[in-house]
């Protein structure tokens, strides 16, 4: 649908996150990183309906996306289809800063590392989502997620203006009705069919990261 400035409306959908997430595993669990780059785009669609007090964390993600779909795009894109494809080929070709940040600024193994912190905050947020009830404050549960998660790995003066932008999501209903899915009822089921995947694509990644004593990059 087109918006009255000729824009074309972006509407987030809970199914089509979920979608990308189920389509991220390969018959052999490698994490395919075109779906990954998909589902983020999508989970920031629902940032952006949020309000510009956002913006900075979404501008954030939008950053780190595009840097990893310039590498999918890029010469050596051919590498880029699997997260353990992207691994190997910059770790074997030394094209990642293991120990301080230097040449490899916007390597794909630490542009993604951030992503895949943020996602363990989301799938921490989204347990609590499933397994509140209508008193549920969204600001609590997503601060709660956030501070057993991510913030660990933020600066004071991110971590502060994180918290003062949870302090404006909407309750409990309204998030809900902005993940376009239906009653309370059939979002708490959604949720129930995304967490196990979110969280194995997590898992999957987790391991291979600290496998590759990865977990830390600067
Ligand atoms: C299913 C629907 C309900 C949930 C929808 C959630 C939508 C969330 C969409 C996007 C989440 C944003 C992911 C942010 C990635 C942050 C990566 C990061 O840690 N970056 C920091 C480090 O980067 P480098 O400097 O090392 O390159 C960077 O400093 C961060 C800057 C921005 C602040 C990030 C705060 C993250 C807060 C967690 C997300 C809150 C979203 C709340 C909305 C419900």
């Not at 059939?186 to 997590?202: C, D, N, R, T, W």
Request: hydrophobic share 40%.
């Amino acid at each position: 649908m087109a918006d009255s400035d000729g824009s074309v409306e972006q509407k987030f959908s809970l199914r089509e996150v979920l979608d990308t997430f189920r389509q991220c595993l390969s018959e052999n669990k490698e994490v395919y990183l075109q779906h990954y780059v998909s589902g983020w785009r999508g989970l920031v669609k629902f940032l952006n309906s949020l309000g510009s007090v956002f913006s900075f964390i979404s501008k954030d993600a939008v950053n780190k996306i595009q840097i990893l779909v310039n590498h999918q795009n890029g010469e050596n894109g051919g590498h880029y289809i699997t997260v353990q494809s992207m691994v190997k080929y910059e770790l074997e070709n030394g094209l990642v800063d293991l120990t301080k940040r230097g040449g490899h600024p916007e390597s794909g193994c630490r542009t993604l590392l951030r992503l895949h912190r943020a996602l363990r905050w989301l799938e921490l947020f989204l347990e609590r989502l499933r397994t509140s009830n209508e008193d549920s404050k969204t600001s609590v549960m997503c601060a709660d997620a956030y501070n057993e998660s991510l913030a660990q790995h933020h600066p004071w003066v991110v971590r502060k203006a994180a918290g003062v932008a949870f302090c404006v999501l909407p309750g409990r209903q309204a998030f809900f009705e902005v993940m376009n899915v239906g009653p309370p009822e059939q979002v708490v089921a959604m949720l129930g069919e995304a967490l196990p995947l979110i969280s194995e694509v997590y898992q999957i990644t987790e391991e291979l990261y600290s496998h590759h004593n990865m977990l830390d990059l600067p």
